[in-house]
C-alpha cells in the first residue's frame, strides 16, 4: 500500500492557466518557458526557501511501521480479544469463525486497519518529520496530487537516465533543459518554505504537459499499465494458491454431514508447511496433523486426485473400527447420539456428534439401531467383538506406521477412506501427500437445489452444525450433546 512509482498523469484538467503555457520550438535552442507565476529564474523570494525533503529510507521506515507492523499488532491483538475462550454455539457466527480461522481473521483485520491508517498517513505522529507528504499545509483536496506531483519528477528523471542516448537523439538540449527546469520548478513549489497552492497547481499543470510531450513516448501506456497490474495480481493470486490458501470443490458425500456435495471450501496449505509447486518437498514443516483435522490430501494410489477426509490415528496409534466407529489403542472415541437425520436427495442416516481431542464432529452411519451395549462379550453372542461396552462387527487392528496418518470419512459407511484402501487392506496417508488443512465454505451450490445459503461461511473445523433444513428436535439434541461433551481428558485417546 506504500505509493509505487507506477506512472501517474497528475495534473491533467487542471487550472485552465495551463493554456498560457508557451513551449519552444523544437528547432530553436535559444527558447525558453513561461508559466502564469512560476518564474524559477527569479531570484527566490524568503518565503520560498526550499525545505529539504526527508531522505527516503525515513520514509520507508514510516511505512514499515504505520501501515505494515502497527496493523498487524491490532490484528493480532484483535483476534485474540475476538476469539472465544471455548468451543461454545452461544458465542456468535463472527466469534467462532476468529477462534476456528484465526490466520483468515487476523489477515481481514490487518487489510481493515492497514487500509485505515494509509487513509489518514498524513496526519499520523512523525509523517511530517519522515517525509511522508512532509507538509501539514498541503490543503486536503491537493494531497494526492501532492504525491502523484513526486512521483511525476521521478519518472521523468528516470525515462532520462535509463533512455539517455534516445532521449539525446529525440530531444533537443533546449528541451531537455527545459523539461528539468519545469522539474525543479515543481520541486521548489513543493517543497518551499511556504506552500502556495496555486503556483503549486501551475507548476505541476507545466512539468506533467512537458512530459507528456516530450516523453511520452517512453512512459507506460494506459494498455501497459493494465497489462503490469495484472500480472501482478496473477502472480500474486498464484503465490497465494501455491503456498498460503487454495480453493477446493466438494465433489461427494463421504463428509457428509460436515461438508455437502457442492461446498466450495478454502484450505490452508501454511498449516501443515506448504508443498512446493509439482513436488512433494515442503517450504517448511508443522506435522504430523492434529487427531480430527480435516485435511486435503493427494489420493496415495493416485497423487493426481485429491481428496478430504479426517484425521482419526497417528503414528504409533492401532486403529480399530466396530460398526464403523473409530477405537483408538482399545478406546472407544466418546460419541453422543442426535437422532435420525433426513437430508436432500434420498441422503438418511443416523447422526453422532463425536469427540477427539479438542474438536467435535457430526458423523453419519446408514439406517441401522443404536450399537448395542454389554457388559462382557459374552454378552454379545451375535457380534464379533466389544471395546467399551459397545459391541458390534469389528475391522483390524490397523497399527499406524511411521510417517503416515490414517484417515477416515464422516460418512461412515459411504466413504472410500483408509479402511478401503489397497483392496480392503487399509492404508495411511504419507505426509508428504497433505495439502493442507480445511478452513470454511465460501460458496456453495447444490445443481438440483440452487445456493445454498445457509452453508456460506460455515467453518468445517467449527462448532458442529446441522445441515439445512434440520428439525428443532435435531438442533435440540444436538445442543445437548454440546452440553454434554466431556473435558479434553476424558476425549484424548491413550
Not at 458423523?363 to 461396552?389: F, H, K, W
Request: aromatic content about 8%; some cysteine.
Amino acid at each position: 500500500m506504500v505509493p509505487s512509482d507506477r506512472p501517474h498523469r497528475p495534473c491533467s484538467g487542471l487550472d485552465q492557466r495551463i493554456e498560457d503555457l508557451t513551449l519552444p520550438d523544437e528547432s530553436d535552442d535559444s527558447g525558453a518557458y513561461e508559466a502564469t507565476g512560476a518564474d524559477h529564474d527569479a531570484p527566490a523570494a524568503a518565503g520560498d526557501r526550499r525545505v529539504e525533503h526527508s531522505p527516503r529510507p525515513l520514509r520507508y521506515l514510516f511505512y514499515l511501521v504505520w501501515v505494515l507492523a502497527v496493523p498487524a499488532a491490532l490484528a493480532v491483538t484483535a483476534v485474540h480479544f475476538s476469539k472465544p475462550d471455548t468451543l461454545n454455539v452461544e458465542v456468535g457466527i463472527v466469534r467462532s469463525f476468529i477462534g476456528e480461522q484465526q490466520v483468515p481473521a487476523t489477515i481481514m483485520f490487518f487489510t481493515l486497519f492497514a487500509w485505515v491508517l494509509w487513509r489518514v498517513r498524513y496526519v499520523m505522529p512523525f509523517a511530517a518529520a519522515m517525509g511522508v507528504l512532509a507538509r501539514s499545509d498541503v490543503p486536503p483536496r491537493l494531497r494526492a496530487r501532492f504525491d502523484d506531483a513526486g512521483l511525476l519528477i521521478v519518472e521523468a528523471r528516470r525515462i532520462v537516465a535509463a533512455r539517455a542516448k534516445e532521449v539525446q537523439r529525440a530531444l533537443t538540449k533546449r528541451e531537455r533543459q527545459t523539461i528539468e527546469d519545469a522539474l525543479e520548478g515543481l520541486e521548489v513549489t513543493m517543497w518551499s518554505e511556504r506552500f502556495d497552492a496555486e503556483r503549486f497547481t501551475s507548476d505541476c499543470a507545466a512539468a506533467d504537459k512537458l512530459v507528456a510531450k516530450h516523453l511520452g513516448r517512453w512512459r507506460k501506456g494506459e494498455l501497459r499499465e493494465y497489462a503490469e497490474s495484472i500480472g501482478v495480481a496473477v502472480a500474486v493470486a498464484l503465490v497465494l494458491r501455491f503456498f498460503v490458501i487454495e480453493a477446493f470443490k466438494i465433489p461427494s458425500g463421504s463428509m457428509i454431514p460436515t461438508l455437502m456435495v457442492g461446498d466450495h471450501i478454502f484450505v490452508a496449505k501454511y498449516a501443515y508447511g506448504p508443498l512446493l509447486p509439482r513436488s512433494d518437498t515442503r517450504l517448511y514443516d508443522r506435522l504430523p496433523p492434529a487427531r480430527g483435522d480435516v485435511r486435503v490430501f493427494k489420493f496415495p494410489e493416485n497423487k493426481e486426485q485429491d481428496f478430504i477426509k479426517r484425521v482419526i490415528a497417528l503414528p504409533g496409534d492401532t486403529l480399530e473400527t466396530i460398526d464403523g466407529r473409530p477405537v483408538l489403542n482399545g478406546w472407544v472415541v466418546p460419541h453422543c447420539y442426535v437422532g435420525r437425520l433426513d437430508l436432500p436427495h434420498g441422503v438418511t442416516g443416523h447422526a453422532y456428534m463425536e469427540t477427539l481431542g479438542d474438536k467435535a464432529f457430526l458423523t453419519l452411519y446408514d439406517e441401522r439401531s443404536e450399537p448395542s451395549r454389554c457388559r462382557s462379550n459374552s454378552d454379545c453372542d451375535v457380534v464379533q467383538a466389544c471395546r467399551s461396552g459397545i459391541c458390534g462387527v469389528m475391522k483390524g487392528p490397523y497399527k499406524v506406521a511411521a510417517g503416515e496418518a490414517w484417515v477416515m470419512g464422516d460418512n461412515r459407511d459411504n466413504s472410500h477412506d483408509s479402511l478401503r484402501w489397497k483392496s480392503g487392506l487399509g492404508a495411511g496417508v504419507p505426509f508428504e501427500n497433505i495439502k493442507g488443512r480445511a478452513m470454511f465454505v465460501w460458496w456453495s451450490w447444490d445443481p438440483r437445489g440452487g445456493i445454498a445459503e445457509d452453508r456460506v461461511f460455515v467453518n468445517v473445523m467449527g462448532v458442529p452444525r446441522l445441515p439445512p433444513g434440520a428439525s428443532p428436535d435435531l438442533v435440540a439434541s444436538l445442543q445437548r450433546c454440546l452440553q454434554e461433551r466431556p473435558p479434553l481428558s476424558e476425549t484424548t485417546p491413550p
